[in-house]
C-alpha cells in the first residue's frame, strides 16, 4: 500500500474541491495535487536518481511544499524524513547523516543551514529549495505512476529525542500510519470532505501526523500564512473554513484561550482541538472549555506509536455530571480502539488498579523498530510491546494516568526535551565538573528547564554567559536552560547517581 493513494482517489473524487491553502486562499486543488506530486516524484526518480526506499528529508516551517513533498516521496516510493526546522544545524545534521539521506528539501529561511552540510554530511548529495528554480523545474516534469509499496514498508522516519543524547528514528510504516488514521475517526472524529485541518504546530510532529487522517478523507489542509499561532489569524481561518480542526501543545491552547482576537470571535466553524505532548493543568483546561465549548480531544501518544495509546472524547470531556469527571480530565484517557495497553512492573507482569508501573501498548499502530539502532529497538520493544517509558496507572474504570517519567523527559510549550542532551553540552565546558538537569513547573510554558551546575576543583566557576552561549552554539534554542545554577555538589546516592528528584522537589518548594 501506498499512502500517496489517499491524494489520487480524492483527485478522481473531488478534482476541483481545495486540497491546501495558505491562509484564506487555495494554493492546489486535489487535481492539482495529485498533478504536483506525480511531477516531483518523476523528479526524484531521474534528476536525483533515488531509488525505491531512499530517505529525503524534509527541513522547513510550514508550508504547502512540505505536504507536497511528503507526498511526493511516498508516490515515487520513497521514505519522508520530516525534521523539526527549530533544531539546531549540528542537530539537523546529525538526523540527515544518520537516515542516510541524500535529498534535503528545504525553504528559503533553512537553505543555507542545510547546504553548510555538504561535505560534512557524507550522504547528502543535494539541497532542493522550495519554492524556487530547482523545486519549479521538478513540479514541470512529466508525471509518472505511483510506486507499489508493502504494508510493512517504511514511510515516515520520525526522530525522537533520547536520552542517550542522540534523537533516534522511529521508523513508521504505511500500516502504522493507515492504523493511526482509522483509529482517528475511532476515537477522536468522523470526518467529512468539507472539513479542515488547520496545521498551527509544526508539520514535523503531531500536526503532520494527525493532518493524515483529514487528507484521506479529503479535508482542506490549511497552512497559516503567519506559520505559527496568531489569535487573530487563526480566529479569521476558522470563520474561512467550516468544519476547522487543528492540533495543539496545551500551551498554544492556553496562549489562545486568553486571546482577545479568539474570545471575542465567531468560533461556530471549528469542530475539534485535539491537544497532547504534555499535562494540561485543571485551570486551563476549564478556561479553555469555557472559551471553545466541548470542542476539545485529548490524545496521549508517543513518535514510536503515533498519536495513538488513549484518547479523552470530546464527548468525555462534555460529560461534567460523571462523579469522576474532574479525575479523568486529570489523566491520559483510555486505550485507543486499535491498541492493547497495560500498566506493567520491572519483570513484565501486569499490576492491578491503581499501582503504578511502566505503560507498554501493543499493536498494529506500534513502530517496527528504530532506524539502524537494534540495541535501542531491543531495550523498548519486548515480546511484542512497546515499552514507553512512562509510569501510570488504570482506575477502576480503566482510565490511564500519568504519574511519572521514567526518562526524564521534560515538555516545555509542547517540545519533548531530554535533559541528558542538555547537559551532553555543558559538560563540554572546559571548567564544568557535573551538571544535571530537570524540570520545572512553570505557568506559561508547562515547564522549564533549570541547570545545576558544579564547577572543577580549582578551576575558574563558569559564567551564565558562557554556559548560555554554549548551549545557543549546540543545540536548538528552545532546549537552553531558563536558569542556571552554581552548586557546590550534586546529591547523589549511594551507587554515585545523581537523585534529580531532590533537584525537582527542591525547585517545587521554592515554587
Avoid at 511526493?72 to 544518520?98: F, K, Q, S
Avoid at 483529514?214 to 482542506?220: K, P, S, Y
Avoid at 559564567?463 to 532546549?479: F, G, P, W
Wanted: net charge negative.
Amino acid at each position: 500500500m501506498n499512502l500517496a493513494t489517499w491524494v489520487h482517489r480524492n483527485s478522481a473524487l473531488r478534482p476541483d474541491a481545495p486540497a491546501i491553502a495558505l491562509g484564506k486562499s487555495v494554493h492546489a486543488t486535489w487535481s492539482q495535487f495529485a498533478t504536483t506530486i506525480s511531477s516531483v516524484a518523476t523528479a526524484l526518480h531521474e534528476t536525483y536518481q533515488l531509488e525505491t526506499g531512499a530517505r529525503v528529508a524534509i527541513v522547513m516551517r510550514n508550508r504547502a511544499e512540505y505536504l507536497e513533498t511528503m507526498f511526493a516521496a511516498w508516490h515515487a516510493g520513497l521514505v519522508a524524513v520530516p525534521i523539526n526546522a527549530r533544531l539546531h544545524r549540528d542537530e539537523i545534521a546529525y538526523i540527515v547523516g544518520h537516515s542516510g539521506s541524500s535529498i534535503v528539501v528545504a525553504d528559503d529561511e533553512h537553505a543555507d543551514d542545510v547546504r553548510s552540510l555538504m561535505g560534512d554530511v557524507s550522504c547528502l548529495r543535494s539541497v532542493i529549495v522550495a519554492p524556487g528554480q530547482d523545486w519549479d523545474r521538478m513540479v514541470s516534469s512529466a508525471p509518472s505512476p505511483m510506486v507499489e509499496r508493502l504494508a510493512t514498508e517504511s514511510a515516515w522516519l520520525f526522530y525522537t529525542s533520547g536520552t542517550t543524547g542522540r534523537p533516534k528514528g522511529a521508523t513508521l510504516s504505511n500500516r502504522n500510519l493507515l492504523m493511526m488514521s482509522l483509529s482517528y475517526f475511532a476515537d477522536i472524529d468522523p470526518i467529512s470532505p468539507n472539513d479542515a485541518v488547520l496545521h498551527a504546530a509544526p508539520l514535523s510532529h503531531g500536526s503532520g501526523l494527525y493532518g493524515l487522517p483529514h487528507i484521506a478523507r479529503g479535508a482542506v489542509s490549511v497552512i497559516p500564512e503567519s506559520g505559527g499561532v496568531e489569535g487573530e489569524e487563526i480566529a479569521a481561518l476558522i470563520s474561512r473554513w467550516p468544519g476547522t480542526s487543528f492540533f495543539a501543545s496545551p500551551t498554544m491552547v492556553k496562549r489562545l484561550t486568553s486571546d482577545t482576537a479568539i474570545t471575542s470571535a465567531d468560533l461556530s466553524n471549528l469542530k475539534t482541538i485535539i491537544y497532547g505532548g504534555a499535562p494540561m493543568y485543571m485551570a486551563d483546561l476549564e478556561d479553555a472549555l469555557a472559551v471553545f465549548g466541548p470542542k476539545l480531544a485529548q490524545i496521549y501518544g508517543q513518535g514510536e506509536t503515533p498519536m495513538t495509546i488513549t484518547a479523552l472524547s470530546k464527548a468525555q470531556h462534555a460529560n461534567t455530571t460523571h462523579p469522576r469527571w474532574r479525575d479523568h480530565m486529570q489523566s491520559v484517557g483510555f486505550p485507543r480502539t486499535d491498541v492493547e495497553v497495560r500498566v506493567v512492573d520491572e519483570d513484565g507482569r501486569s499490576l492491578p488498579i491503581d499501582e503504578i508501573g511502566e505503560v507498554v501498548v501493543r499493536g498494529d499502530v506500534v513502530m517496527s523498530g528504530y532506524w539502524d539502532n537494534d540495541a535501542a529497538t531491543a531495550e523498548t520493544i519486548r515480546d511484542g510491546w512497546l515499552y514507553t517509558g512512562d509510569m501510570g496507572s488504570f482506575d477502576e474504570n480503566g482510565c490511564l494516568t500519568l504519574r511519572d517519567r521514567s526518562k526524564d523527559l521534560v515538555i516545555s510549550g509542547g517540545m519533548n526535551i531530554y535533559p541528558r542532551e542538555v547537559e551532553e553540552v555543558l559538560l563540554q565546558h572546559p571548567t564544568v565538573k557535573a551538571v544535571a538537569v530537570v524540570g520545572r513547573p512553570d505557568p506559561e510554558w508547562g515547564e522549564s528547564l533549570v541547570a545545576f551546575v558544579v564547577a572543577e576543583d580549582g578551576a575558574r566557576v563558569p559564567t551564565v554567559d558562557e554556559l548560555d552561549r554554549l548551549c545557543i552554539e549546540r543545540i536548538a534554542r528552545y532546549k537552553r536552560p531558563k536558569e542556571y545554577r552554581i552548586v557546590e555538589s550534586l546529591p547523589t546516592n549511594n551507587y554515585g547517581k545523581v537523585v534529580k528528584r531532590e533537584l525537582r522537589e527542591l525547585l517545587e518548594s521554592e515554587a
